[in-house]
């Protein structure tokens, strides 16, 4: 098999992504642009291709750089989940083991896949957490949702809370008030600002995704985002205003894009990652009927990844915690770039 680098806003590569079952938002070209304009990468694509030039398989790459000299290759960086896509017919293992050629002959530190593949000389599986998938039925009446879920669905709906959806520059702007806020209260940096507005200009006025905001007597107090492609909604980003947290506003959000979804035709959510160790969060998307499986990144590489740094101790998260809003989103205008 021949590995090549294409062009990201190659036709064949966006013709590949828009018929291809199993790709999602992270796969079309709009979004690994905007990752790489914003952080300042380079976007590509790795294309495994036939003697015609047709690509029988590919991932879409962004090229990371390091303070240690060689870049990543990371196969996708902010999207939790990013699988291989192959044609029909085309064998994953053999696919990989050329990939890891590839890779290992490029110069590149490393190629991150975020998506298990056989492990192999040179490939090394690695769990980072889980990742929540929800067959969605056609009536949102067959969703089997918790007792808790559909009581906090309940009470924000009695407690006066609608629930809206809009991909203007307002709805991303009021999102990311809302987003800030929630970082914050979790003691962790805000990605930039630039970011949303991207998704804003690339994906969701361009229909790949939206903007569903909860207002109480006017006021917006909880808000996701999320992206669409292929019949596939993926939950990406949810945020709540700390002060009306006790109104349910986050399960009507959650709900009331679940339920359109349903209507609408989509046969899957995509509730995306949850790191080790966060219960609250693994509760949250089985609640919603979801199917909790372990994530599996795999690295291609020369040797076996170290383990991964802590990504921040309880003191950074009790200054963030107690610091302006203009703290974390300082910190994640410097910091973000080198998490990809």
Request: with cysteine; glycine share 10%; charged share 20%.
């Amino acid at each position: 098999m021949r590995v090549s680098r294409i062009a990201i806003g190659d036709a064949r590569w966006a013709e590949f992504t828009s018929s291809h079952p199993a790709a999602s938002p992270f796969h079309i070209p709009a979004w690994s642009v905007l990752v790489a304009e914003c952080y300042g990468f380079e976007a590509f694509v790795l294309a495994v291709r036939d003697t015609d030039n047709g690509i029988l398989a590919g991932i879409p790459v962004v090229a990371v750089p390091s303070l240690l000299g060689k870049p990543r290759w990371v196969s996708l960086p902010f999207s939790d989940s990013c699988p291989l896509l192959a044609a029909p017919g085309v064998r994953v293992d053999e696919v990989a083991g050329a990939l890891r050629e590839h890779v290992l002959a490029s110069g590149a530190r490393e190629l991150e896949l975020r998506t298990r593949l056989p492990a192999a000389d040179g490939l090394y599986p690695v769990e980072v957490g889980y990742n929540y998938l929800l067959a969605l039925p056609r009536d949102p009446a067959g969703l089997h949702l918790s007792k808790g879920h559909r009581q906090n669905r309940n009470l924000a709906a009695r407690g006066g809370v609608r629930v809206t959806r809009g991909s203007t520059t307002d709805d991303v702007a009021a999102f990311y008030r809302l987003h800030t806020l929630t970082r914050r209260r979790q003691g962790v940096p805000v990605q930039p600002r630039r970011f949303f507005e991207l998704v804003g200009e690339r994906l969701l006025a361009r229909g790949s995704g939206f903007v569903a905001t909860a207002t109480l007597n006017g006021e917006v107090v909880a808000a996701g985002l999320f992206l669409t492609h292929n019949g596939t909604i993926v939950a990406k980003y949810r945020a709540s205003d700390p002060a009306h947290r006790d109104t349910g506003a986050g399960f009507l959000v959650d709900w009331e894009a679940i339920a359109a979804a349903c209507g609408e035709g989509y046969h899957t959510l995509d509730l995306g990652r949850t790191d080790h160790g966060e219960e609250g969060q693994r509760r949250y998307k089985t609640g919603w009927g979801a199917v909790e499986e372990p994530l599996i990144y795999t690295h291609a590489a020369d040797q076996a990844p170290k383990a991964a740094a802590l990504r921040g101790g309880r003191f950074s998260k009790a200054i963030i915690r107690h610091s302006p809003l203009w703290v974390p989103r300082a910190i994640g205008e410097v910091l973000y770039r080198w998490t990809a």
